[in-house]
């Protein structure tokens, strides 16, 4: 009766094991299961979230569109320049105003040292009126948005002329 006797605790012991190991399928599959939801809902609401986002931005700039549109129409029966370039102006303003709001900055280069991470090189200029490797003209402002570059500068760089031999 001894080997009976063992044979069946082992074959109890093993049921148990299985039981057990079908529990722990079990929790990790429903584990899984909430995992795979919780990245779904993350997903949902990250597109939520921007297209909240990209609505407040839109929003905000809908009213400076009203006013170029306004300025169209004035341009078709207006004689007078004076007074659509201070509409032009204002509504300038007022873009760039709005956009500020929404964390946009524009930074100026002029006498700065060339930083590849903040401007672009789209000229050098030979010149020993300026230090080499200074911003000596910008072509157009660099901006950031929530501080980090996101269009850099367009400049011109300096360079020392080249100097003949025998000078």
């Given at each position: 009766m001894?080997?009976?006797h063992w044979t069946q605790k082992l074959k109890e012991e093993l049921e148990l094991y299985k039981n057990e190991a079908k529990q722990w399928r079990e929790k990790y599959l429903t584990v899984l299961a909430e995992l795979d939801n919780f990245r779904r809902q993350v997903d949902k609401e990250r597109d939520r979230t921007r297209r909240v986002a990209q609505e407040k931005m839109m929003l905000a700039i809908i009213p400076v569109?009203?006013?170029f549109e306004q300025a169209l129409h004035y341009v078709k029966n207006a004689n007078n320049l004076d007074s659509l370039k201070k509409g032009?102006?204002?509504i300038y303003s007022q873009l760039k105003h709005t956009l500020e709001e929404l964390g946009l900055r524009c930074y100026t280069s002029v006498g700065e040292k060339?930083?590849?991470?903040?401007h672009e090189a789209l000229f050098i200029e030979e010149t020993d009126d300026h230090p080499e490797g200074t911003i000596i003209k910008e072509l157009a402002q660099g901006y950031t948005f929530k501080g980090r570059v996101i269009r850099p500068a367009r400049?011109?760089?300096a360079k020392p002329k080249n100097k003949k031999v025998n000078e």
């Open positions: 001894g080997k009976k569109l009203d006013n032009v102006e204002m060339f930083d590849p991470e903040r400049v011109v760089v």
